[in-house]
């Protein structure tokens, strides 16, 4: 966090210069007025006071104030400018640096606590660099300007005494402070479990729709909502207390300011304007002592966030980006696994254990298995989602990481189980990898993964917006719109994992069909629940608890008689018992 402020600093620090000398500039010119103003009623107090006098001492007010109103636009156009600029900056590097993040990190992050990161806390660090700033910097110049003046040009006991309260004002804004920060913070992570509970209520409406568990959903999140209220009404029970604290002191400043500057004015020790200046100033340096309260309230806010963010920031992904081998910008598609032993952070029992693959440039692998046997985490490795040590996973005979993530990911078309699809149109969709393909590409590749006749059926065709998430499609139109998405690449290495799960069993057979003219002599790899997804595949792997526990084509995994063949069993239980028939 502190580089990302010395790169802001150095951009924009000449401005900053600039604000500084108008905002003394405007402080100076303020603290002209109350002494114009005295000096003009001891001029009436002179029995036939010059009019000419009189009008010079309002001109002069009136000039003032206008300098002043124009200095004061300037310095607070400057920094407020400069806090938008900043909270732009920061929530644009913050979102650069979430892209980097490995996935353990969403793994343990939930989406409403990042959605405060950019949304409260980035706003906080602005208020405190904005307006906080602002206030903070008048409040000292101002006051140590008026302090001065009051002492120097006035009568510096009656600016002792009058300042008395003021330490203790200042006292008790620093102990209000540190307790506005503490429940601040608890602001903040109520907010980020209201924005999560809305974010999961909002992606799960049909779920929670099919299991009527609205009024349940509505009262968990009333619980949330009394906590967020709680935690508010404490903040502001703390905050409220400065200003009536501030009051009641500055209310013995005056005090003592009329019954001993009255009585310095009745032994002509100070003239009667001088009396109404020290007031003048006296009022003067209420607003900065008072904006400091208001200050601390922003700035323990700001650093509460500060902390928060800093925090984000902190965290490093170890999967580094644009590494390894500059003269690897290519990948054919011949992959090894040798003795891959895999597990994830924190964990205790490796995920993967002992796998050892080899799969050939322009061969098919399948891979089948129980759910949670480590399937997609094999492919997860593959695209270096996960680090995985040396020596154990190859491409084209290099270690994998020897190829930066970049030409890794380009050269890989991934089909994801989740079938991720953004807000966007279904060409935008299709188009998501690289904005370059031509009309006839897309079509090509929607005609690949049969998706074309239901899109050209949409009253929009390829216009079509498919919603969050794919809201607007079925399960089986997601699969194959996620598929077309990949295959446009024409990648090295397909991988479908479990891509086509909710497509009807004559679809499969069709985009089955079209994989072998997508893959035109590329590597894929196919992961299934379905023997139907697989059998035709080079090699099929089947694994179980992390350990690869056979291996072979679909007849070879028959004719043992293993797990391959109870899962055959299982899905098609009249063709197992003709395959034991002729086996007896």
């Not at 002494?35 to 007010?61: H, P, Q, S, W």
């Not at 904006?291 to 902390?307: C, F, L, P, W």
């Not at 293993?562 to 018992?577: C, P, S, T």
Request: charged share 25%.
């Amino acid at each position: 966090m502190k580089e990302k402020f010395e790169v802001f600093i150095k951009k924009y620090g000449f401005s900053y210069l600039v604000v500084i000398i108008f905002l003394i500039s405007n402080i100076y010119l303020n603290s002209l007025a109350p002494r114009i103003i005295g000096n003009t009623f001891d001029a009436l107090e002179v029995d036939g006071f010059n009019k000419d006098t009189i009008l010079y001492y309002l001109g002069m007010l009136i000039l003032v104030s206008i300098i002043g109103f124009i200095t004061r636009f300037i310095w607070r156009y400057l920094i407020m400018g400069n806090s938008r600029k900043l909270e732009c900056y920061l929530r644009e590097e913050l979102f650069k640096h979430l892209q980097t993040l490995p996935v353990e990190f969403y793994q343990e992050r939930k989406t409403g606590d990042l959605l405060a990161y950019g949304i409260n806390d980035i706003s906080a660090v602005r208020m405190t660099f904005g307006p906080g700033l602002a206030n903070i910097t008048n409040s000292i110049g101002m006051s140590i300007i008026v302090v001065l003046s009051m002492s120097q040009a006035i009568h510096p006991k009656l600016t002792l005494y009058s300042l008395v309260p003021v330490p203790v004002i200042i006292y008790l804004m620093i102990k209000i402070g540190s307790l506005i920060r503490r429940r601040f913070t608890i602001v903040q992570e109520n907010f980020a479990a209201i924005s999560d509970r809305v974010q999961e209520n909002i992606s799960g409406i049909r779920v929670i729709k099919a299991y009527v568990q609205e009024k349940e959903e509505v009262e968990k999140f009333q619980i949330l909502n009394d906590n967020m209220r709680e935690s508010n009404i404490k903040m502001v029970r703390a905050s409220s207390l400065l200003t009536p604290m501030m009051e009641l002191c500055f209310g013995f400043s005056f005090m003592i300011s009329l019954l001993y500057g009255s009585s310095l004015v009745k032994s002509n020790i100070i003239s009667l304007g001088d009396f109404i200046a020290f007031n003048g100033y006296l009022t003067m340096i209420i607003r900065p002592i008072r904006s400091i309260g208001r200050v601390i309230n922003i700035s323990q806010r700001g650093m509460a966030s500060y902390k928060r963010l800093d925090n984000i920031f902190k965290v490093k992904s170890d999967i580094v980006h644009n590494t390894g081998d500059p003269n690897l910008i290519d990948i054919h598609g011949d992959i090894e696994f040798r003795d891959l032993t895999f597990k994830y952070k924190n964990a205790e029992e490796p995920v993967l254990k002992n796998i050892n693959l080899k799969i050939e440039r322009g061969k098919t692998l399948g891979i089948i298995g129980d759910t949670g046997s480590g399937k997609t985490t094999l492919v997860d490795i593959l695209l270096r989602l996960y680090n995985v040590d040396e020596g154990m996973v190859f491409i084209d005979g290099r270690d994998i990481n020897d190829y930066s993530l970049s030409v890794l990911r380009e050269n890989i078309g991934y089909v994801p189980q989740d079938n991720f699809l953004f807000s966007a149109s279904i060409k935008d969709s299709i188009n998501f990898s690289r904005d370059i393909y031509s009309d006839e590409e897309i079509e090509e590749a929607t005609k690949l993964s049969l998706i074309y006749d239901n899109i050209v059926n949409f009253t929009h065709g390829f216009d079509t917006i498919v919603g969050e998430r794919g809201v607007n499609l079925s399960g089986g139109q997601k699969q194959r719109l996620s598929i077309a998405r990949a295959i446009i690449k024409q990648p090295n290495i397909l991988i479908f994992d479990d891509a086509l799960s909710a497509v009807d069993t004559k679809t499969e057979d069709k985009i089955l069909d079209h994989f072998k003219e997508i893959m035109n002599g590329n590597t894929g790899i196919i992961i299934a629940h379905r023997i139907s997804s697989i059998k035709d595949a080079d090699e099929i792997a089947v694994m179980n608890h992390g350990q690869i526990i056979e291996k072979g084509n679909h007849e070879e995994l028959l004719e043992r008689r293993g797990h391959y063949f109870k899962i055959f069993k299982d899905q098609y239980k009249e063709e197992a018992e003709k395959v034991e028939n002729e086996k007896s």
